[in-house]
């Protein structure tokens, strides 16, 4: 059956690095539009970064420079570098496969049919 298990998280001081990992099993992996999610308590689930089958990747505006997706096909792991991070990082991340129709979609929560279950990043000031 279908697994993403997030590892990497943590608590760092703003300005720190952190890489999540999520290590893919149960699918076909590098057919797939694999992803990075957030939340905090209250808030909706915000998409941060995904990298789809053409290897084109999507970030959000709130990371752009300071957040950089990639993925090891040998190993079916999606990565998330992290660097410069700002309390307003602080959140659950998740990782996400789905198969969006358009581009657009990829950092749309909506069309992604497999999570995983979090792993919390912490950042203080």
């Known amino acids: 059956h279908v697994q993403l298990v997030e590892s990497g998280g943590g608590s760092v001081q703003a300005g720190g690095s952190l890489r999540l990992s999520c290590a893919g099993s149960g699918f076909t992996y590098n057919s797939y539009c694999l992803a990075w999610f957030r939340q905090v308590p209250g808030k909706e689930r915000e998409g941060v970064a995904a990298y789809d089958s053409d290897a084109h990747t999507s970030y959000a505006d709130t990371v752009k420079g300071r957040f950089t997706i990639s993925q090891d096909f040998a190993t079916n792991t999606l990565y998330l570098q992290m660097d410069d991070l700002k309390p307003e990082d602080t959140a659950m991340y998740y990782c996400?496969?789905?198969?969006?129709?358009?581009?657009?979609?990829?950092?749309?929560?909506?069309?992604?049919?497999?999570w995983g279950r979090g792993t919390q990043v912490t950042v203080s000031t």
């Open positions: 996400a496969a789905g198969l969006p129709s358009r581009r657009l979609d990829n950092l749309n929560q909506y069309v992604y049919k497999y």
